[in-house]
Nanobody
Framework: QVHLVESGGGLVQPGGSLRLSCAAS????????MGWFRQAPGKEREFVAGVSRSGGLTNYEESVKGRFTISRDNGKNTGYLQMNSLKPEDTAVYYC?????????????????WGQGTQVTVSS
């Protein structure tokens, strides 16, 4: 079983950057594909980005392509989401998730383990 803890959220002005981290413990992090999701008030939790177990394959939700970068360091049992050119519509609670298998999934129900979430607020 994997325990995930996100960090790095906060308040940032439009156009700014944040880097979220997802620290894994209690299991073999490199055995899982990883995803980042977000949930804004009153909305469904949505896929943001995914990375394969090896880190070699990535995928992004259309609205974040070119602005966000997902990565992982299996040696440090940590995943990352670098967010640049942030917009007010990026405001949400961001969650990392781990999925058994080598390839990320696009749906929230494909993931086995979740972190508690970290708030990202983009506002001037």
């Amino acid at each position: 079983q994997v325990h995930l803890v996100e960090s790095g959220g906060g308040l940032v002005q439009p156009g700014g950057s944040l880097r979220l981290s997802c620290a894994a413990s209690g299991g073999s992090f490199s055995s899982y594909a990883m995803g980042w999701f977000r949930q804004a008030p009153g909305k469904e939790r949505e896929f943001v980005a995914g990375v394969s177990r090896s880190g070699g394959l990535t995928n992004y939700e259309e609205s974040v392509k070119g602005r966000f970068t997902i990565s992982r360091d299996n040696g440090k049992n940590t995943g990352y989401l670098q967010m640049n050119s942030l917009k007010p519509e990026d405001t949400a609670v961001y969650y990392c998730a781990a999925k058994t298998g080598s390839i990320y999934g696009l749906g929230r129900y494909e993931y086995d383990y979740w972190g508690q979430g970290t708030q990202v607020t983009v506002s001037s």
